[in-house]
């Protein structure tokens, strides 16, 4: 299974960027899939995950509110849109796949995720 994600680039504080996460996988929509990231020098950070079902969403206290996260309607792709970005939310984002999920599963630990894609940059400048 590959992810693709896209969609990061510099941007001032309290701007938006959504982030897209592609895959050609077939059973992609049976996947939960979450969306993590990493600040220069710390550790990967848990930010927002959603069901395969679309039911659950869960969102890191830090983003909640701000960032949302949704299921395409072709089904093989996951976004984050994010609104009024924080320099502190400068980071290289990444989003995984949980083909282990129930229907309902939407995890923040990344052990949970078994497939990833290769990061996207997010710099919000102040």
């Known amino acids: 299974v590959q992810l693709q994600a896209s969609g990061g680039g510099l941007v001032q504080a309290g701007g938006s960027l959504r982030l897209s996460c592609l895959t050609s996988?077939?059973?992609?929509?049976?996947?939960?899939t979450g969306w993590f990231r990493q600040p220069p020098g710390k550790e990967r950070e848990f930010v927002a995950a959603v069901s395969w079902s679309g039911g659950t969403k869960n969102y890191a206290d830090s983003v909640n509110g701000r960032f949302f996260i949704s299921r395409g309607n072709a089904k093989n792709t996951v976004y984050l849109q994010m609104d009024s970005l924080k320099p502190e939310d400068t980071a290289v984002y990444y989003c995984?796949?949980?083909?282990?999920?129930?229907?309902?599963?939407?995890?923040?630990?990344?052990?949970?995720?078994?497939?990833w894609g290769q990061g996207t940059l997010v710099t919000v400048s102040s």
């Open positions: 995984a796949a949980n083909p282990g999920a129930t229907p309902v599963g939407a995890s923040e630990e990344s052990l949970d995720y078994e497939y």
């Open positions: 996988t077939r059973t992609f929509s049976m996947y939960a």
